[in-house]
């Protein structure tokens, strides 16, 4: 019987692949929890296990002191004594507490623990094993669906591989082989911890060094990968020897060695890339099948390029919905901005338009309150033509500039584009300061009736000398006139 126990101990280690001691010191410390749990006591207990007879001794262990301080872990030296007449002050007395009596409750608490502990020491082996794999390619059976994942057997243990490590274009199926990545080990998952994945870009790096023995052997290196599973990859290579074509080798006599990959891919596209140290001949390098016309820099701390195409090819750069360029910037590790031939005219023709072009103050507008102008000018609008080009809900959005305000400032630009600064000046009410800054937050009508009024009585004494004036010119005219009848008469 006690052979047959320690048998089924080692059976055990062997499909766990774990030491057998591990278990055996699960099944002591199962023992201890349940003989503590039936005897109700916080003495020091231990177990041994006995391979010879298969029995696990419980034993309750107590230190001798000269002073006791806790009678459940400490007992005296003359009480010690008793028991053992050799016991000295250090040295620890056990005694034996028998396991016959334990029941069915502390025998279901024994296995629970026994579980519990053979489970833990079996993730330790899988976490020790796996996590200095990660990133090696393996092959992997499907076993079984969990929701969007999918559990596969790696053959000593199982893996997951999520919804987000597969490709968008595959399907799988209960027993299908699979080749995949280790991707990482999480120890603290409650279900298998191994991931694994079939979209990351390290994928098509294995699978071109099993594929490509120049690159096995390290005389052709892939620099870069970026890669969007089930659609398109591009690889970035390079050769350390000046006598090999990096991508010549990667593509192989007639696209064999290439074409293996993309079948173990299941159609993915792939493009092979020479690698440059130079970023602009690289970055025209990685837009490829689209030809670039030039690359410039635009911010090199902030890695950023401009890149110049024909007009015919900026469809070809982009990519279906942006996946090409997204791909190159991935690849060069910068921000691309593509433009066409055109595009870029263009812009170049609209700075040297505004270069060019005259710039009228925002004092040129009559209508409009300094205080106002100030608003404008402090939202970074320092022209008329710029105020020209906004909308009402662009200008709203400055502070302080009401509904009532935009359609007042609107009024104030129609009239200077249709007849210039004096036909906007001679056309416009008599506006004060304090008429417009009371405009923003009151009505029109309000702020007109706010402006200063001429007296009836001032305007008619003003319309009096007038008149005296011209009816003073026209006099001398006849004294004249009646002066030269008379002459001739």
Request: aromatic share 4%; hydrophobic share 40%; charged share 30%.
């Amino acid at each position: 019987m006690a052979n047959l126990l320690y048998q089924q101990i080692e059976m055990l280690s062997r499909e766990k692949h774990i030491e057998p001691e591990v278990v055996v010191s699960a099944i002591e410390d199962a023992m201890v929890v349940a003989a503590r749990k039936y005897y109700k006591t916080e003495e020091d207990l231990r177990a041994k296990f006995n391979q010879e007879t298969g029995q696990v001794d419980v034993f309750s262990v107590h230190m001798v002191v000269e002073e006791v301080t806790d009678p459940k872990k400490e007992v005296s030296l003359a009480e010690a004594k008793k028991k053992n007449p050799a016991a000295e002050i250090g040295t620890e007395i056990v005694a034996v507490k028998p396991t016959d009596v334990l029941g069915r409750i502390a025998a279901q608490t024994a296995k629970q623990v026994i579980l519990q502990k053979v489970r833990e020491a079996e993730r330790d082996t899988i976490f020790n094993e796996y996590h200095t794999r990660v990133g090696e390619l393996v092959t992997v059976i499907v076993k079984r669906a969990e929701g969007p994942d999918l559990i596969v057997d790696m053959g000593r243990t199982e893996a997951r591989l999520p919804k987000r490590e597969q490709s968008k274009l595959e399907t799988y199926n209960i027993g299908e082989r699979l080749r995949v990545v280790i991707k990482m080990v999480d120890r603290a998952a409650k279900g298998p911890q191994v991931i694994v994945s079939r979209a990351d870009a390290s994928l098509v790096q294995r699978l071109f060094e099993m594929e490509v023995p120049e690159i096995y052997d390290g005389t052709v290196q892939i620099r870069f990968a970026a890669r969007e599973a089930g659609e398109r990859t591009k690889v970035a290579v390079a050769s350390r020897d000046k006598d090999v074509d990096p991508v010549g080798a990667c593509v192989g006599m007639k696209g064999m060695r290439v074409q293996s990959i993309i079948r173990e891919l299941r159609g993915e596209k792939i493009d092979i890339i020479p690698y440059s140290e130079e970023t602009v001949a690289f970055a025209q390098k990685a837009l490829s099948p689209a030809k670039v016309t030039r690359v410039q820099i635009t911010d090199p701390e902030n890695k950023k390029l401009e890149v110049i195409v024909e007009d015919s090819q900026l469809s070809l750069a982009i990519g279906k919905k942006g996946q090409n360029v997204r791909l190159a910037s991935k690849l060069i590790g910068w921000d691309i901005d593509i433009k066409s031939e055109e595009e870029k005219r263009q812009e170049i023709e609209e700075q040297m338009t505004a270069l060019t072009a005259p710039v009228t103050p925002l004092t040129a507008l009559a209508g409009v309150g300094a205080k106002t102008i100030e608003k404008i000018e402090a939202a970074g609008i320092a022209s008329v033509e710029k105020l020209a080009g906004m909308t009402p809900e662009q200008l709203m959005e400055i502070p302080g500039i009401g509904e009532k305000m935009v359609d007042k400032i609107y009024q104030a630009v129609n009239r200077f584009y249709e007849g210039g600064t004096e036909a906007a000046a001679a056309t416009a009410p008599p506006a004060e300061e304090g008429e417009a800054s009371t405009a923003e937050i009151t009505e029109t009508a309000e702020a007109a009736e706010e402006a200063p009024e001429v007296p009836e009585s001032a305007a008619a004494a003003e319309e009096a000398p007038a008149a005296e004036e011209k009816a003073a010119e026209v006099a001398p005219a006849n004294t004249e006139g009646e002066q030269a009848e008379e002459a001739k008469s």
